[in-house]
């Protein structure tokens, strides 16, 4: 009935009884929520790797404005990063989605979070064997090709792949050897 609604709205205090997000009743409406705002970031193999800070600016609506983000280890192709309340609004702000992108890199190809990197190797050290340095991405690492190696053999590192963003565990970086 009619008389419900007035009930629903004035309570008897006089003061409007507003329902907040919490359903919880006699609360006052809070600050109207701001929009969310999506926006791309280009990152390197290494950034993604490591996680960087980088300085963005964000235009909206034709104001622009600057927003250090914190980009953690292990993102990939197509994470979505959140940051919290730096989205669109004037009182209570909507937040800031990062959609990311890895750039390709020149000599390794990521795969999950394992990484990929083809190795030319000459006939004598296929058929001899020999110790190498393999560039890894965070610096350098010794490695043995065993003597009578074929072309296309895939041989491991564990561990020198990109750190996984949930599990924080590190992938491994395979080694494809062509013989030059």
């Given amino acids: 009935p009619f008389s419900d609604f007035f009930h629903a709205f004035f309570s008897g205090s006089g003061e409007p009884e507003m329902r907040g997000r919490g359903g919880r009743a006699g609360t006052r409406s809070r600050a109207r929520q701001g929009r969310d705002v999506e926006h ?60 990311v992108k890895v750039k390709p890199h020149p000599i390794y190809s990521r795969k999950g979070d394992d990484i990929y990197l083809e190795v030319p190797v000459t006939v004598y050290e296929a058929a001899l064997g020999k110790k190498i340095e393999i560039p ?45």
């Fill in 40 to 99: 791309s970031i280009d990152l390197s193999l290494e950034d993604a790797h490591r996680g960087t800070t980088r300085r963005l600016t964000v235009k909206h609506d034709g104001h622009s404005r600057t927003v250090d983000v914190r980009i953690p280890a292990g993102v990939d192709n197509g994470s979505r990063i959140r940051v919290q309340g730096k989205g669109e609004g004037g009182g209570a702000k909507g937040d800031l989605y990062l959609r």
């Fill in 136 to 180: 890894t991405i965070d610096g350098t690492a010794e490695m043995t090709i065993p003597p009578g190696v074929q072309s296309g053999t895939r041989l491991r590192l564990k561990g020198k792949g990109v750190t996984n963003l949930k599990t924080k565990v590190r992938g491994d970086q395979y080694i494809e050897i062509r013989i030059a």
